[in-house]
């Protein structure tokens, strides 16, 4: 077939398909970060920090002194004078990073190192943009949603994957006495390298696992599961991504002295929130938006908040999202008969399945029984912020939002 004839075609097939007037959105794409891969390559941070830092060494609760990762990262920085910050809770507490901003200005650190999962990573961004911070309070980053153009530099050793943090310029911060979790960001937090060593998930728990596993599942969706747009690359890009999260799962929770699939999950995590699969698509965000609130509420994992809201999310936007619902069940679950809305259902009940086969229960009474006014409180609150249209079609109201909650009590 010639040319034309081919253009014929595919033009003939989008009319068919009543695709003709989607097209890709305009977009631009920076990503600073540099990734080093691989395994055994801790020690590198000793060529990435610029020489003469006085470096601030964030990390967790714990972990990574009984890993081996501690003393990794400490030879590394041999050469250089550290300060560290230990104690960074799971869902990074304001108060708790207020301690180390204290530490940062009365120490005068110049360089930040995050040793830590997502949450360190966030920790440590919001630091990072809180230390040139001129404004009143750095609570006002969160609450008025100020975007940080330049931030401290830093650096990260990832311990855990699932968030995209590492290579990403977002963050979310939680504060405990009022009960909110906000996101923040802006070019000026993209790490300025992340390690990423696979045999670092050799450590962590099971659970923790099939955390980050539904974490990266559900960013591919928050920014797939919306409406086609003819963007056939970042389809396939967060397909591929599904099916070796898909692929891989069993596996890492097997046996996560696998580095194959150890490798694998990691790159993905990463890949699934980079932001690259979302450039010139629509993206959708509503389950995490929701989702923080259960964590915010009942300290539920992140990841476990995703899997409560996604499928009813999914449920009941049926209709704006069953064409992305069909094709996904098709190409990532080779679902291949029935009608159109029939596939859709299979998608929704697919990717519930995959949350079951990684023991991530899927409503919200298995996590909590006080769940009676959730749904109620959840509406107020986005009504008092303002959200008043979710998702990709910012039409989503907070009654909506109640109607959701209350379907995946
Ligand atoms: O604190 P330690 O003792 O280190 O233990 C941690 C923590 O208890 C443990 N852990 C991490 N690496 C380990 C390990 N245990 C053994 N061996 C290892 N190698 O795992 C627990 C969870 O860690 P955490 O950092 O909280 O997990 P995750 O990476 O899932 O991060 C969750 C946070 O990231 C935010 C979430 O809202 C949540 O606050 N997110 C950040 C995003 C971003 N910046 O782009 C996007 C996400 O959607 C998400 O919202
Ligand atoms: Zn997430």
């Known amino acids: 077939m010639d040319f034309l004839n081919r253009v014929k075609k595919i033009k003939a097939t989008l009319v068919k398909k009543n695709l003709k007037f989607f097209k890709m959105l305009n977009f631009e794409f920076q990503n600073s970060t540099k990734i080093i891969f691989g395994k055994d390559t801790i020690g590198k941070l000793s060529t990435e920090i610029p020489t003469n830092s006085k470096v601030l060494m964030l990390y967790g609760g714990g972990s990574v002194k009984k890993n081996g990762i501690y003393e990794q990262v400490k030879k590394g920085l041999s050469n250089f004078e550290v300060i560290e910050f230990g104690g960074i809770p799971a869902n990074p507490e304001y108060e708790v990073l207020l301690k180390a901003l204290e530490i940062i200005k009365t120490e005068n650190i110049t360089y930040l190192l995050a040793v830590g999962g997502g949450s360190v990573i ?106 086609p747009i003819n963007a056939f690359l970042q389809d396939r890009f967060a397909e591929s991504i599904m099916q070796t999260l898909i692929e891989v799962a069993p596996m890492v929770l ?69 064409k992305k619902l069909a094709q996904f069940a098709e190409r990532v679950f080779g679902v291949h008969t029935g009608t159109l809305e029939e596939k859709a259902t299979a998608g929704i009940d697919k990717i519930e399945a995959f949350f079951h086969s990684v023991n991530i229960p899927t409503k919200l009474s298995e996590y909590t029984s006080e769940f009676e006014g959730t749904a109620e409180r959840i509406e107020a609150r986005f009504i008092e912020r303002n959200w008043l249209g979710l998702g990709e079609h910012k039409s989503l109201t907070p009654a909506d939002v109640k109607k959701i909650v209350e379907m995946s009590y």
């Open 122 to 227: 966030d920790g440590t961004k919001f630091l990072a943009s809180a230390a040139l911070y001129e404004g009143d309070s750095p609570w006002d980053i969160l609450s008025k949603f100020i975007r940080t153009e330049k931030g401290m530099p830093f650096g990260t050793v990832l311990t855990m994957p699932a968030t995209g943090s590492e290579m990403n310029s977002g963050a979310v911060i939680t504060r405990a006495e009022t009960q909110e979790k906000f996101g923040m960001g802006g070019p000026g937090l993209f790490p300025q390298f992340s390690i990423l060593d696979p045999q670092v998930i050799q450590s962590i728990p099971k659970n923790q696992i099939s955390n980050g596993i539904t974490d990266a599942f559900t960013h591919v969706l928050e920014q797939y599961m919306t409406y």
């Open 254 to 322: 097997e046996n996560p002295f696998y580095y194959e699939a150890a490798a694998n999950y990691m790159w993905s995590c990463t890949m699934a929130l980079n932001g690259l699969i979302q450039k010139g698509v629509p993206t959708d965000w509503a389950v995490h938006s929701i989702g923080h609130e259960l964590t915010a509420k009942f300290g539920i994992d992140h990841a476990r908040t995703l899997a409560i809201i996604a499928p009813s999310h999914y449920r009941y936007n049926f209709e704006t999202k069953k």
